[in-house]
Nanobody, 129 residues
Framework: QVQLVESGGGLVQAGDSLRLSCAASGRTFSSYTMGWFRQAPGKEREIVAH????????YYTDSVRGRFTISRDNAKNTVYLQMNSLKPEDTAVYYC??????????????????????WGQGTQVTVSS
């Protein structure tokens, strides 16, 4: 079992920055592909970014590439999402996610909610224009 707790959301103006943190406890954090999803009102939950277990491989959805940076500190059991140049369309609840793994296998790409074993409770990010 893995417990994920997000922090760092809030209300900001367009162009501002925020850093989200996700603290993990429980089973071995460093073995998981980790990611951030978001869900805006009336929309499906979508992947924002994910990072490999070692941190060497990262993916960003097109709408945030160049503005957001995902990182992890396996010594601190924490994954981060640095969000710069925020836009009103970034407004959503942001969820930390740990990818599926079993019997020595782990998923390397998080594309949809079905790829996730564990979720955080979510943190609200609101960007005003």
């Amino acid at each position: 079992q893995v417990q994920l707790v997000e922090s760092g959301g809030g209300l900001v103006q367009a162009g501002d920055s925020l850093r989200l943190s996700c603290a993990a406890s429980g089973r071995t954090f460093s073995s998981y592909t980790m990611g951030w999803f978001r869900q805006a009102p009336g929309k499906e939950r979508e992947i924002v970014a994910h990072i490999s277990a070692t941190g060497n491989s990262k993916y960003y959805t097109d709408s945030v590439r160049g503005r957001f940076t995902i990182s992890r500190d396996n010594a601190k059991n924490t994954v981060y999402l640095q969000m710069n140049s925020l836009k009103p369309e970034d407004t959503a609840v942001y969820y930390c996610a740990a990818g599926r793994q079993t019997n020595g296998w782990r998923i390397s790409t998080l594309a949809a909610p079905g790829d996730v074993d564990y979720w955080g409770q979510g943190t609200q990010v609101t960007v005003s224009s």
